[in-house]
Each structure stands twice: as C-alpha cells, then as structure tokens.
C-alpha cells in the first residue's frame, strides 16, 4: 500500500483508452467496474474533446459478481461491434477487473466477431498510463503492420510520424508544425500515428523509409519492433529547442539522403525567434537564474537544453515520474551536475525544489501547486496538465514555432526585467509598493491587498518558525517576489543553528550565508 493523493500518471488502461480515441475505426471494450466512465471526462472535458472516447465499458456492480461477469463482457464486445462496426476491437480490463481474472483476451478469442480483436494485458498494479499506451500501441502496429511486406520501390525521403496521442501535451500543434517543416525540408510524411490514424493506415507503416518518433514514451516500442521487423530505421532526436530541432532536421535528412541544409535555410525566414529575443539586452536579467525542471522525460530533458544552452538559465533540479526512461534522464542530469530526480511522489518533489532553491519552475500540474505555494514563478512543460493546456490557440512546443511558444510561457511568470528593477527602486511609492494590487485603479484594491494579505497568511500558517516583529518588518524590504525565498532560507538557516526567534541578524546572516 502507498499512500498516494496525486499522481502523476492514470491507470494503463487510461493510456490504452488515450490510444483508442487518438485512431479512427478502433473501438475499446473494457471490462470495468461501474463508475469508470469518469475516464471520458479527460476527452470531453479536459481536451475538451466534441464526441465520446469509442470506449465501451461494462461496467459490471456488485450483483453481477454472483453471476457470470465473462457474459457480461462478451455481451458487451457483441454489442459493441454491432453498434459502432470499427474495424478493430481492443479488448482489456481495469484494476478491478483485473482481480477477476476473467481474461478478456480470451473470451474475445471465442467470440466469433466480424473484425481483427487485439487484446491487451495491462498490468495495472505495476504499470502506469504512458507505458499502457506504448504498449496499446506496440499492439496495434505488430497486428496490422505486421503481416505487410515492404515494397521493393520505397522513396527515401518518406517517412512516418509516431506518438502523437489525445490527451498528449500539445500534440495537436506539434505534429502540424513538424509535418510543415518536414514538408519544407523535402520529406513526405506518410502516416502520422496513433493521432488520426485508422487500423488500414498502421498497415501501410511499413510503406515508407523511416520512422520519426516524436513522443518516446509512445512509439519506442513500436519503432523499434519496426525495425527489428521490417528494417525502418528511426529518428529519435526530439525537436523541442532550436538547437533540437537542428540536429532533428540533420538527422531526417540524412537519413532520408537529403544535402545537409545550409545556414541561411536555418534561418528559416524569421520563424526562429527565440534565439534573438533570448540574445536581446532585454534577456540579460535571464542569465544564471536557477530553474528546477520535472516533467515526463522527454519534455524535462529537452527541457534542460533549452534552459541551459538557449536561454542562459542555471539548472539546478531535472527529474521526471517515469521510471521507464530513468536512464536518459540520469545521463542528462549529469550532464548539468545535479542529481537526478526519479520519482512520482510529488512530496518529495516538493522537498526537492525546496532545497534546490529555484527562481523558476518547470513542470507538470502539479508543480504548479507546488510552486504557487512556495510562491516561486512557475510554466508547465508536461502532462499531467489541466484544461488550460489544451489551448484553444496554435501553441506548438516543437520546432521553431514551439521555440517561440516556450520563450513566451517560460519568460513571462518571471518579472521583466525593467520592472523588477522599477519595483525594487519604487518599493516605497504609493502606486508601486509591494501591497499595490494588479491595477491601482481598481475600486476593490484595499480589498484585493486584504485577500493576498490572508492568503500570505494562510500559507504561512503552519510554519513553525517564529519571527520577531522587527524581522518580519525588516523582511517586508525584501521585493515581493524574492521575499518567499528570503524567508524559506532564513527559515532553513535557523533551524539548523537551531536559532529561535528569528532575528533582524539571524535574517542578514542567512543572507550571507547562501550568498557564499
Ligand atoms: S478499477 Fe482502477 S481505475 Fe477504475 S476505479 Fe478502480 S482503481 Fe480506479
């Protein structure tokens, strides 16, 4: 048992439904307990997603455990194939419906229906929602593509994209700025799949000369058994960051047989604007500021890149909740000289970026929170994310655009770099000081200063240390948006001297002391 209250990540059945509803003509019959529809609020809701996932549940209650729940299953998988005609079934079982031990993928075997049916066995006690859907995936290319034989007049230049899901962190924009710019560079993209994708395009995988994996977590499975299989030799690199999707675009054209690009095409017409608004005086205030980054590994890693090598930023925390790609993100980690963090307990995530003492956060949802409280600026960079980021505007994270996208939503939580300036010098002015709400027009501002005032207050409720009121003054001089971290480190300070109360010396000689 573990005492969990957030998770980073669903039960795999979770990603096996993320696969369904990501292709057309494939329908899911899984054998659940009632209540797990709520697993459509994710498509409908969060993605904001216009029809139901092609998910039939069974549902099964209490009563039904006295009878036959196989026939309840096998009804269901009949009905389904009636009702919706895909031209393939997925069959799997819950948590729940995994202790019953009825063994959908044999029932379905024996159920004489009208299309392919490709049972799933999700371990749901040991596996989470990525790894169910790279295995959902995996499934679905071995049995369509698997048959196939490759033709014998392949185009060098073509290629397909894999892992691009529903529910996946901006994939929607992602695969339509890639596909352009893969476009431009010469190549011919095939097939783009799970996303869009139908059993009868899985089939044709293997019509194309190599695979361009976007989304590891996914598609590494598959790719690799493509090339095992059928010889299609796959692109890894992941096109987040301009450096990224450089070596991204060298990689595809070398290996599609393609000249290398030359500089002036990288310039690609002025859509790269991250590199010069991250060189403008205006980005000076960037430069060394510590970032804690957690994410799924492969936005946390290219993550890192971007922060280190194309915005100047220190990082000083990588971690992610997937196990699976522990390795990687170790090897990145290094890399920076920071431990890495494998975990998918967000507690010690907290205490994680507590001690790394960031100035910005990058991370999933819930880091977030995390970062709300401790009130360090924060941008979110993976899933798990909520209905926000699945913005109704083009808000790629890949290539050049993405790069653009980033510099925006990771720059903007940080003040600006006049106005922290202004703020510190105008900390006493009327219309500046730290108490001024948003709008100093506002009528309800007094009101406004009040509420943040108690939600300070709130947030500091449980915290032990006691300050006199000559420091808590004194640390009220400290600009607004530095002064959580002032206290987090006086408080740190204190208590491993074992100082009590603070003091107006205790606060200046924490100051000194993290300043060496
Ligand atoms: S079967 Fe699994 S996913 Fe469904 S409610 Fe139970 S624990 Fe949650």
Same mark, same amino acid.
């Given at each position: 048992?573990?005492?969990?209250?957030?998770?980073?990540?669903?039960?795999?059945?979770?990603?096996?439904?993320?696969?369904?509803?990501?292709?057309?003509?494939?329908?899911?019959?899984?054998?659940?307990?009632?209540?797990?529809?709520?697993?459509?609020?994710?498509?409908?809701?969060?993605?904001?997603?216009?029809?139901?996932?092609?998910?039939?549940?069974?549902?099964?209650?209490?009563?039904?455990?006295?009878?036959?729940?196989?026939?309840?299953?096998?009804?269901?998988?009949?009905?389904?194939?009636?009702?919706?005609?895909?031209?393939?079934?997925?069959?799997?079982?819950?948590?729940?419906?995994?202790?019953?031990?009825?063994?959908?993928?044999?029932?379905?075997?024996?159920?004489?229906?009208?299309?392919?049916?490709?049972?799933?066995?999700?371990?749901?006690?040991?596996?989470?929602?990525?790894?169910?859907?790279?295995?959902?995936?995996?499934?679905?290319?071995?049995?369509?593509?698997?048959?196939?034989?490759?033709?014998?007049?392949?185009?060098?230049?073509?290629?397909?994209?894999?892992?691009?899901?529903?529910?996946?962190?901006?994939?929607?924009?992602?695969?339509?700025?890639?596909?352009?710019?893969?476009?431009?560079?010469?190549?011919?993209?095939?097939?783009?799949?799970?996303?869009?994708?139908?059993?009868? #395009?899985?089939?044709? *995988? =293997?019509?194309?000369?190599?695979? @361009?994996?976007?989304?590891?977590?996914? %598609?590494? &499975? +598959? /790719? $690799?058994?493509?090339?095992?299989?059928?010889?299609?030799?796959?692109?890894?690199?992941?096109?987040?960051?301009?450096?990224?999707?450089?070596?991204?675009?060298?990689?595809?054209?070398?290996?599609?047989?393609?000249?290398?690009?030359?500089?002036?095409?990288?310039?690609?017409?002025?859509?790269?604007?991250?590199?010069?608004?991250?060189?403008?005086? #205006?980005?000076?205030? *960037? =430069?060394?500021?510590?970032?804690? @980054?957690?994410?799924?590994?492969?936005? %946390?890693? &290219? +993550? /890192? $890149?971007?922060?280190?090598?194309?915005?100047?930023?220190?990082?000083?925390?990588?971690?992610?909740?997937?196990?699976?790609?522990?390795?990687?993100?170790?090897?990145?980690?290094?890399?920076?000289?920071?431990?890495?963090?494998?975990?998918?307990?967000?507690?010690?995530?907290?205490?994680?970026?507590?001690?790394?003492?960031?100035?910005?956060?990058?991370?999933?949802?819930?880091?977030?929170?995390?970062?709300?409280?401790?009130?360090?600026?924060?941008?979110?960079?993976? &899933?798990?994310?909520?209905?926000?980021?699945?913005?109704?505007?083009?808000?790629?994270?890949?290539?050049?655009?993405?790069?653009?996208?980033?510099?925006?939503?990771?720059?903007?939580?940080?003040?600006?770099?006049?106005?922290?300036?202004?703020?510190?010098?105008?900390?006493?002015?009327?219309?500046?000081?730290?108490?001024?709400?948003?709008?100093?027009?506002?009528?309800?501002?007094?009101?406004?200063?009040?509420?943040?005032?108690?939600?300070?207050?709130?947030?500091?409720?449980?915290?032990?240390?006691?300050?006199?009121?000559?420091?808590?003054?004194?640390?009220?001089?400290?600009?607004?948006?530095?002064?959580?971290?002032?206290?987090?480190?006086?408080?740190?300070?204190?208590?491993?001297?074992?100082?009590?109360?603070?003091?107006?010396?205790?606060?200046?000689?924490?100051?000194?002391?993290?300043?060496?």
């Amino acid at each position: 048992m573990k005492l969990s209250m957030w998770t980073y990540e669903g039960p795999p059945h979770v990603g096996a439904m993320r696969i369904a509803a990501s292709m057309t003509g494939v329908h899911y019959v899984l054998h659940a307990p009632q209540g797990d529809t709520y697993a459509d609020l994710l498509f409908t809701m969060i993605e904001r997603r216009p029809s139901r996932p092609p998910v039939t549940y069974t549902t099964f209650q209490a009563r039904d455990l006295s009878g036959s729940t196989a026939d309840v299953f096998k009804t269901a998988c009949r009905d389904a194939v009636a009702r919706f005609q895909p031209q393939a079934l997925l069959v799997g079982a819950s948590c729940t419906a995994e202790l019953l031990q009825d063994d959908p993928g044999g029932l379905a075997r024996t159920l004489d229906v009208s299309v392919p049916v490709v049972p799933l066995d999700l371990p749901s006690y040991q596996k989470k929602e990525n790894w169910g859907a790279g295995e959902t995936f995996y499934r679905m290319v071995r049995t369509f593509a698997g048959p196939t034989t490759r033709p014998t007049d392949i185009a060098a230049n073509s290629c397909n994209i894999l892992g691009p899901t529903s529910l996946g962190f901006r994939c929607r924009d992602d695969v339509t700025e890639i596909v352009r710019l893969l476009s431009e560079e010469g190549l011919d993209v095939r097939v783009v799949a799970p996303l869009g994708a139908s059993p009868a #395009d899985l089939a044709r *995988l =293997t019509e194309a000369a190599f695979n @361009i994996v976007l989304y590891p977590e996914i %598609a590494d &499975a +598959a /790719a $690799r058994w493509l090339k095992k299989t059928h010889g299609m030799p796959f692109v890894s690199t992941i096109p987040i960051g301009i450096g990224a999707t450089e070596d991204f675009i060298a990689e595809v054209r070398a290996l599609a047989g393609l000249a290398p690009s030359d500089d002036e095409a990288t310039q690609r017409s002025g859509r790269d604007r991250l590199t010069w608004y991250a060189r403008s005086v #205006d980005s000076n205030y *960037l =430069t060394n500021k510590r970032v804690f @980054i957690f994410g799924d590994a492969t936005h %946390a890693i &290219a +993550a /890192a $890149r971007i922060a280190s090598q194309e915005l100047g930023l220190r990082v000083c925390g990588l971690g992610t909740y997937m196990r699976e790609f522990a390795r990687e993100l170790r090897e990145a980690a290094a890399g920076y000289g920071v431990d890495a963090l494998v975990s998918d307990d967000h507690l010690e995530v907290e205490a994680a970026i507590i001690a790394a003492r960031p100035e910005l956060v990058l991370g999933t949802q819930m880091e977030r929170h995390i970062a709300k409280r401790l009130r360090v600026p924060c941008a979110v960079i993976s &899933a798990p994310v909520h209905v926000q980021d699945f913005p109704a505007r083009y808000s790629p994270q890949m290539g050049f655009e993405g790069a653009n996208v980033i510099f925006d939503s990771w720059v903007h939580p940080l003040m600006m770099g006049l106005e922290e300036h202004l703020l510190q010098m105008f900390r006493d002015d009327f219309e500046f000081n730290d108490g001024a709400a948003a709008s100093h027009l506002h009528p309800h501002t007094a009101d406004a200063v009040e509420d943040a005032a108690a939600v300070v207050a709130a947030a500091t409720e449980d915290d032990t240390a006691v300050w006199t009121f000559d420091a808590e003054k004194e640390l009220k001089k400290v600009p607004f948006f530095v002064r959580g971290k002032a206290r987090r480190n006086t408080e740190l300070f204190a208590a491993t001297k074992g100082i009590r109360p603070i003091t107006v010396e205790t606060l200046y000689d924490a100051k000194a002391h993290f300043a060496r």
